[in-house]
């Protein structure tokens, strides 16, 4: 059901959402040591999110009857000048994911495997959310940018929010 060429191309995206986690989890160790627990709560929200985003690749790949191939993931950045530069570096980082969801779906629709351009479609939408968070918060920081009580207050706001998995198909 898979090509070798689209098996290939589900690992890489299915390495790069682990990867995701990953980094997401450094900047929540930034955060946390920066003694913003919101932020790092959020982190920390969006790495568990990732990881089910690389399930969902690595199950649709067993589905499929392929062969997941789990690669190396390079160690991700931790250190950063700001709140604002982590967030722009995960923006930058979301918009990576896009490109390569956007490369994978052209590959599946060349190669006509309907079963990969469904999957694919969750994928799409989710990057413009994805997306969207990180500017919203990137946002927000350049609006209270020097106003500690503002920092504060985004903190609280981040600290907010709470991981909720995915319901498993056919629930």
Same mark, same amino acid.
């Given at each position: 059901? &898979?090509?070798?060429?689209?098996?290939?191309?589900?690992?890489?995206?299915?390495?790069?959402?682990? /990867?995701?986690?990953?980094?997401?989890?450094?900047m929540?160790?930034?955060?946390?040591?920066?003694? !913003?627990?919101?932020?790092?709560?959020?982190?920390?929200?969006?790495?568990l999110?990732?990881?089910?985003?690389?399930?969902? *690749?690595?199950?649709?790949?067993?589905?499929?009857?392929?062969?997941?191939?789990?690669?190396?993931? %390079?160690?991700?950045?931790? %250190?950063?000048?700001?709140? &604002?530069?982590?967030?722009?570096?995960?923006?930058?980082?979301?918009?990576?994911?896009?490109?390569?969801?956007?490369?994978?779906?052209? !590959? /599946?629709?060349?190669e006509?495997?309907?079963?990969?351009?469904?999957?694919l479609?969750?994928?799409?939408t989710?990057?413009?959310?994805?997306e969207?968070? *990180?500017?919203?918060?990137?946002?927000? !920081?350049?609006?209270v940018?020097?106003d500690?009580?503002g920092?504060? &207050?985004? %903190?609280?706001?981040?600290?907010?929010?709470?991981?909720?998995?995915?319901?498993?198909?056919?629930?």
């Amino acid at each position: 059901m &898979l090509s070798p060429k689209l098996l290939d191309a589900l690992n890489e995206q299915m390495k790069n959402e682990f /990867a995701s986690a990953y980094i997401y989890m450094a900047m929540a160790g930034y955060f946390q040591s920066e003694d !913003l627990p919101g932020f790092a709560s959020w982190m920390r929200a969006q790495a568990l999110e990732e990881m089910t985003h690389g399930e969902k *690749f690595f199950h649709f790949i067993c589905d499929a009857g392929g062969r997941t191939d789990l690669r190396a993931i %390079d160690a991700p950045a931790n %250190d950063f000048n700001s709140p &604002l530069q982590a967030f722009e570096h995960g923006l930058k980082h979301e918009k990576f994911v896009t490109e390569r969801i956007g490369a994978l779906m052209d !590959l /599946a629709i060349e190669e006509r495997n309907h079963a990969a351009q469904i999957m694919l479609q969750w994928f799409v939408t989710e990057q413009v959310e994805e997306e969207s968070s *990180f500017s919203l918060i990137i946002r927000k !920081l350049q609006r209270v940018e020097g106003d500690g009580r503002g920092l504060l &207050l985004l %903190d609280q706001e981040l600290g907010q929010r709470v991981f909720v998995p995915p319901a498993a198909a056919g629930e």
